[in-house]
């Protein structure tokens, strides 16, 4: 009986897991208030992401590269 409760939990847990990774992937993504709009980096965009990287030269900044590989 054990056994069974734990797959029902594990089961329970994975659905939560896809339904808010569902959630997240098709809602969009939005950038907080204030802050410029978010951008996909292209062979193209790159000029205009070196400009503005170089134009905060005073302040900190980061640059994250995610891959899904």
Do not use: C, E
């Amino acid at each position: 009986m054990a056994g069974r409760t734990m797959i029902g939990v594990l089961i329970a847990i994975g659905a939560v897991v896809m339904a808010l990774g569902a959630k997240v992937y098709f809602a969009g993504h939005k950038a907080p208030a204030g802050q410029p709009p978010l951008a996909d980096l292209t062979s193209d965009s790159l000029d205009s992401l070196k400009t503005a990287f170089n134009r905060s030269a005073d302040s900190v900044r980061i640059i994250l590269l995610l891959s899904p590989t």
